[in-house]
């Protein structure tokens, strides 16, 4: 079977929904006192980029690991991909980019989330906290210190959000037994599977009371 | 038995990861972690048929869409030169990318778009309008059995376990009183490693390639991407400094790795891919979706007469992929007739891959479970079943073992699990609405050397730099090489630090197939004498006596070189820099296996022992308590194979209880291609487990006395799994994943 394009629904589909259009009706354009012919050009110079930088960007004020940040982010960008793609904060992990294994854990405001499932328009005015920024600068956090002493990880990729999941276990009051640990801690995947290791690392930080 | 064997808490205070504390803080660099200048990225366009051709490939929009550099297909791409070496008919190569306008396979990479951000690329990949000759796609291996063949391999390596065998007598089994003559299916199964894989290639200048990748082995895909590309091989650079885990998926280079390389050829620039979770399952390979037949004979008294095992696997249409699933039937028992058949049916799927434990996970789930069958039939213990068909030597190659401690592993395990709770009759042991069962399996591994470098830098400060091109996926191998050369040098671990996981290191194996301790530790070895030689030499120039130490009795001890033949003889390691005004020694080693195969059979062998705890009403299985002795040779880092170990257990209640991928037969498509979809053990479903270790040498495979430890963690772990089912509920699952609607 072969299915065909005719170049009539290729045209329909073109003028449908492409950021070029866009750029040819957008009121902004006449605002600019561009000519839609005017515009093809800008676009073929790439200063639709400019345009659309101006168009598409949202603020975003943004506190990280203590550190204020004002940018200026597309709407469409999750706060994971801030995170590493932009703020080279690469600590924070993606395994899934879809909320699925809890590699991208963070904490907004003091509460673990998945950075995945976050655009990062949505957290304007928040206070972020990651991997990097749960150590005291050299002096690991407790939770980093019993991870390396129960072995509580492998190839670490999961490791990061791991330990942010663990530290907010302890913090919610759901780190009561092992069992408890356990259901609390099934959002964090680990494929390297240091489950039993990580559940003996958080008990330790537990009653060692330190947090 | 002497306590010589290692359990939890022996391990548990051994020493720590040396690389912990950049895991820990979120500093390791994982592959698309590395930043470079003027980065761009690239995204898949897969195809949505099975099989087919592309009759037009519309690129328009994503390429007039803002950030947006480059389309590549096949209509544009650079090409990859080693393709017109080949021959279009020969189907034994990896998928040519982007070679043709051909579909094979249902997510096959057609097209890639690289863009100035990620998100840009993501939105015009998906811009990108397809049209295609659509045909019948095959994906189905129960309705293609009639299409199986022999693989290639068969003939290429006819000793090997592809091969038609045959000991004795075939079909022995018929002629005994007691038979077991079963059909098992091990569904395909999914690396997924948590870092999805990832690559950013960067060509440097028209013929020199720098990759960072993820990768098992960086000389493997630097010598494979050389090839492909008709570069001189020193002009291709791969670094994987960081893995986070594999299990076999990155043991060689995939068509996106490819596409990257294209890509950053065409846009002239550093091209960053990484694979979507959802990509994970068709795109870097899977274990392969098999169907076994296994038919034992044994006499009253458990003597196995006769053994017969078949298998068929998945493979694609444009290459063959077979692996060792008949190995344990051949020589683990002793048993005077064996015959094994192994076929691959090419279907509209991609090239499977080893996953961890290969082919002895799938073979051993078939034989171990059958086993277990029979020891009902004879009503016999299971383990002492096994015992009374232990192989002394190995009977296939027909050679001493180079050492086999499971006898040792049966004993310690079944005391550790309490195997004397458990019930000889299925379906007899209940606690509330849990039905409770016990059980156990074997598992075996080859235990491989191969050859190996490494490269010491030592300064007068007694700080010790180690180099070695292996990788790392999450073993801890620089931990255990640290481990072993502490040991072998007396220097304290923190004066040692390891580099790996960059191809202009000296010469590694890739690491797979639990060869790496083995193969690099004793070219650590190796290094650790030259170097403890050299010092020597040094030494005599002040005190003459030291012209005649041997590298065994030299150690650094403090700042001081000992030579524990003369104590009296010390000397300062600063003094031997100072002497000759130098900042540092560089010695290399090299280590290679010698003539020990022609001698032993080297198996590395694994005993799990399971208890499991089934839902009467809702068929639910939870593990209880799951114990695996392990004969591994020496254990040289206690606390890192306690925690491989571990891993593989968890591994391997995964493919018993739930992972599948399961194909839309109709398209070709994976229909589990999410976590939400394919599941994967998680905290909940893990409890705490006991490792222990016989830890006895094997005196022949390297200087360690080590043997191989990755694969037999996971190899047995789901018979063991479907064995305690069956003893708590009567119920025999020759299916897995055993999910609860099978037990209802
Ligand atoms: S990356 Fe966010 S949950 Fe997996
Ligand atoms: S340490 Fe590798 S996935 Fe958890």
Redesign the interface.
Known sequence: ?????TREK?EK??SGN???DFLKKSSVITAIALTPVAAVKA?DLKL??KL?DAIEQMPLSIEINGQQHNLKV?P??TLL?LL??RL???????????G??G?CTVHIDGVRALSCLQLAVMNDGAKIT???GL?DGDK?HPM?EA?????G????????GQ?MSAVACIHEGHANS?TE???F???????????????NAIKEVKEGGAI | MSKKHLENADMETAMSRVDGRVKVMGAAKYTAEVQLPELTYGVLVESTIGQGVITALDTKKAEWAPGVIAVISHLNTPGVPEYKLQNQDVIQKQLRVFDSPNIYYNGQPIAVVVADTFERARYAASLVKVTYAKQQSYSNLEDNLSKAVVPKKAKSDPKGFTTDFLRGKAEAFRDAEFQVNEEYIQPSEAHHPMEPHSIIATWEAADKLTLVDKTQGSQQTAASIAKSFQLPPENVKVLSTYVGGAFGSALRVWPHEIVAILAAKKVQKPVKLVLHRNQMSYMVGYRPYTLQKVAIGASKDGKIVGLSHASYGKTSMYEEFTENVLIMSRMMYDIPNVDTKYRIVPLNVSTPAPMRGPGEATGSFALECAMDELSYKLNMDPIALRLANYASQDPDKKMPWSSNYLKECYELGAEKIGWNKRKAQPDANQEGEWKIGYGVATGTFGAFRGGASAKATFKPDGTLLLQSAIADIGPGTATSMTAIAAKNLGLAPEKISFQLGNSTFPKAPMQGGSNTVATVGSAIVATCDNLKVELAKRAAVQKPEWKNAIAKNIKIVGTQLINSDDASSKVEIASLFSQDNLAELVVKGDAAPGEESKKYSFYSFSVHFIEAHVHELTGVVKIKNAVSVIDCGTVVSPKTARSQSMGGIVGGIGMALMEEVVLDDRTGRTVTASFGDYHVPVQADIPQMDMMFVNERDPYLNPMGSKGLGEIVIIGVAPAVANAVYNATGKRVRDLPITPDKLI
Do not use: W
Request: contains cysteine; charged residues 30%; proline residues 1%.
């Open positions: 079977m072969i299915e065909n394009n290729e589909e073109l492409s950021r070029r676009s639709d980029e659309s597309e469409r960008t991909d590493r793609e080279k904060l690469t600590g924070t992990k993606k395994g899934c980019d879809q699925q294994c590699a990651t991997i990097e150590s690991l980093q991870f390396i002493k129960h072995d990880f492998q190839c670490g990729y999961c490791t990061p330990i092992e640990i356990r259901e801690m099934s959002g964090n995947i680990c494929r390297c599977g240091a489950y039993a290791n990580i559940v």
